[in-house]
């Protein structure tokens, strides 16, 4: 697993079962929540054979194609596993009509990914064609292409100008529960269709390939900006300085005309070693926008950053210590997706449990102040610029995602973490404390949602949360395609009928 906290099972006497990657730890290697049994899927056939196998003998499913996944939801204790990592298959289609549709519906330069694809095998393929493609960004491109990122919505640096994940799918083809292989999109299977881009994953099918539109590649302009407050902090502390507070309330304030601006990507707070100084880092791109335009709305934050550094002292707040601030041209996406992420390793390895809150755009605008605040008031939060533009701009209904997204500005995140070898005490301590961070960012954005793929398992109601308005149609969707529930998993469609083990009905 990307996390190996889910790889544990914890009893309820506290005891922890799992294989440590550090065996200098000294405890034995046990299976923990790792399945038994299961089947490396080569082909569709294989995973309607396993779907059949998993239906007649009344099993525990869970699917796999990579095993990142912040909720642990591709795992499960005795389990049965379809695992997809293999079916590595890339298809370009110079023109496409989905199947049933009118000749009036084509497409032109889509491309059908199946399962096991990850963006990091997308990516070059794609930019190959002289074509972008809206993916998942993270090091060593490890997200998966055609599973749970895309069902659970899809977001990317590239969303605010073609739209998430679910936004660029024209078809998709699934194992629904009975062992039959369905192709579905706008012209049959249509319910269906909407349910898979946006109701999460392992939930409907086992999704054996997503088809999607590309883009024509263009120049983009990229913002880089790196500071940090020349002050030591305790280990541990998490607490902003006024200075740091200060820096992020103005990008806070001036989100919406960066975003306006065409602008998207992600900021971090992050401690900086090793005297665990507090930093923000930014990275921003603005794919085929005019240096005018991009430099109109975001040199003034550099201009504010810098009047703030040449004025802070180190006496009272700390000094304000500028890195990086500054943007350069990039011929294509694909030249920055080799630069920065293509030879990185993926980002797995560390026992983590994360929070996170769909940000409306309308309360950013009202009370920047207030945001910004309560983001700092938890752990190194994540400040990611990926809705807007043409995602606000999508029809709410034209998918199966939680609307709370077409409000959105910032999907924001915080964490918390533990060593591995951590007592159960020691891990259920740092769980409470995200509740804790949980019930904050409800808090601040009561009335809007989470991002199902990055988020919690602590939601108070996830059916809301994660779902919204839409959760009455996906459940029904979810009945009439899988109505004895061979598809189960946490915070998902239906999920609430079960048990906390997904093992027995409620």
């Known amino acids: 697993m990307q996390a190996p906290n889910w790889d544990n099972f914890i009893f309820g006497n506290g005891t922890i079962s799992t294989c440590y990657l550090n065996a200098s730890l000294g405890f034995p290697c046990e299976q923990g929540s790792i399945p038994i049994i299961g089947v490396d899927a080569r082909s569709v056939k294989d995973v309607q054979a396993a779907v059949k196998f998993a239906s007649t003998h009344n099993l525990r499913v869970v699917v796999k194609n990579t095993g990142h996944d912040y909720l642990g939801r591709s795992t499960a204790r005795k389990s049965f596993l379809i695992w997809t990592h293999f079916m590595k298959n890339i298809t370009f289609h110079g023109t496409f009509v989905p199947v049933g549709g009118p000749k009036s519906a084509e497409y032109n330069d889509v491309v059908t990914l199946e399962a096991g694809v990850q963006w990091g095998e997308a990516y070059p393929a794609v930019n190959a064609r002289g074509r972008?493609?809206?993916?998942?960004?993270?090091?060593?491109?490890?997200?998966?292409?055609?599973?749970?990122?895309?069902?659970?919505?899809?977001?990317?640096?590239?969303?605010?100008?073609?739209?998430?994940?679910?936004?660029?799918?024209?078809?998709?083809?699934?194992?629904?529960?009975?062992?039959?292989?369905?192709?579905?999109?706008?012209?049959?299977?249509?319910?269906?269709?909407?349910?898979?881009?946006?109701?999460?994953?392992?939930?409907?099918?086992?999704?054996?390939?997503?088809?999607?539109?590309?883009?024509?590649?263009?120049?983009?302009?990229?913002?880089?900006?790196?500071?940090?407050?020349?002050?030591?902090?305790?280990?541990?502390?998490?607490?902003?300085?006024?200075?740091?507070?200060?820096?992020?309330?103005?990008?806070?304030?001036?989100?919406?005309?960066?975003?306006?601006?065409?602008?998207?990507?992600?900021?971090?707070?992050?401690?900086?070693?090793?005297?665990?100084?507090?930093?923000?880092?930014?990275?921003?791109?603005?794919?085929?926008?005019?240096?005018?335009?991009?430099?109109?709305?975001?040199?003034?934050?550099?201009?504010?950053?810098?009047?703030?550094?040449?004025?802070?002292?180190?006496?009272?707040?700390?000094?304000?210590?500028?890195?990086?601030?500054?943007?350069?041209?990039?011929?294509?996406?694909?030249?920055?997706?080799?630069?920065?992420?293509?030879?990185?390793?993926?980002?797995?390895?560390?026992?983590?449990?994360?929070?996170?809150?769909?940000?409306?755009?309308?309360l950013i605008e009202d009370n920047p102040v207030k945001v910004a605040k309560t983001l700092l008031s938890v752990p190194f939060p994540s400040f990611y610029l990926v809705a807007g533009g043409a995602v606000a701009d999508a029809d709410p209904s034209s998918t199966g995602l939680n609307p709370a997204w077409r409000k959105a500005l910032i999907h924001t995140i915080t964490g918390v973490g533990w060593d591995e070898g951590s007592s159960a005490a020691e891990i259920m301590q740092q769980r409470d404390q995200l509740k804790q961070y949980t019930a904050i960012l409800n808090n601040l954005a009561p009335h809007s949602g989470a991002y199902l793929n990055e988020a919690t398992l602590y939601e108070p109601n996830p059916q809301y949360t994660f779902f919204g308005s839409h959760y009455e149609r996906l459940k029904f969707i979810k009945e009439k395609y899988d109505s004895a529930s061979l598809f189960v998993v946490a915070s998902g469609v239906g999920s609430e009928d079960w048990d906390a083990s997904l093992n027995c009905r409620v």
């Open 132 to 362: 972008d493609i809206v993916g998942g960004i993270s090091a060593g491109g490890s997200v998966g292409a055609a599973g749970g990122w895309v069902q659970g919505g899809g977001h990317s640096a590239l969303a605010p100008k073609y739209g998430l994940g679910v936004d660029n799918v024209v078809q998709i083809t699934v194992v629904i529960a009975d062992g039959s292989a369905l192709t579905v999109n706008e012209y049959q299977h249509s319910e269906l269709f909407w349910a898979l881009r946006g109701g999460g994953g392992g939930t409907f099918g086992v999704v054996t390939s997503v088809t999607y539109r590309t883009h024509p590649s263009t120049p983009l302009i990229l913002a880089i900006f790196s500071a940090f407050i020349n002050s030591t902090l305790p280990s541990g502390t998490t607490t902003a300085s006024p200075i740091l507070e200060d820096l992020f309330v103005e990008l806070v304030r001036m989100t919406p005309a960066m975003s306006d601006g065409g602008w998207a990507g992600y900021t971090t707070v992050v401690p900086m070693p090793p005297t665990n100084q507090p930093s923000l880092q930014m990275g921003y791109i603005a794919p085929n926008v005019s240096w005018e335009k991009a430099n109109s709305t975001m040199n003034p934050f550099f201009a504010f950053a810098e009047a703030l550094a040449a004025n802070s002292t180190f006496q009272t707040t700390g000094k304000l210590i500028i890195l990086a601030a500054e943007t350069s041209p990039i011929n294509s996406f694909a030249t920055l997706w080799n630069m920065s992420f293509a030879n990185t390793t993926g980002q797995v390895g560390s026992q983590v449990e994360i929070t996170s809150r769909l940000l409306p755009r309308s």
